[in-house]
């Protein structure tokens, strides 16, 4: 399963990147969750920008899936093509959180930078 979901992941990064909906910012495929019997796929991904960039990108990745579907059949040969559904994924945002946090925490950290 962990070949799967690298080969899907490898697959959307690129087809997302070639999408033509403007709604759709810059987006890192950042993982993705296929279930054993194929039917299901949920990918994981990061959204730069505000709140509200991060809704319209999930949206227009949700009305392309099929597109996104097509582009997962054409380049791998699977048994069964999962049905894709896009989920943020906040662990990138909370790494940064953390390191800033971590940066104020530390001893030699000046706030005037």
Known sequence: MRRVNEALREVLSEEIGALKDPRI?????????????????????????????????????????????????????????????FQYDPTIERGVRLSRLIDELSPDHDPKR
């Not at 299901?40 to 990108?57: D, H, I, M, N, P």
């Open 25 to 85: 910012g810059f987006v890192t495929v950042t993982g993705v969750e296929t279930s054993p019997d194929l039917r299901q796929a949920t990918v994981f991904v990061s959204v730069l920008g505000s709140e509200r960039k991060r809704k319209a990108s999930l949206a227009g990745l949700n009305s392309s899936h099929g597109v996104l579907q097509a582009a997962v059949n054409r380049e791998l040969r699977l048994k069964r093509t999962p049905q894709l559904s």
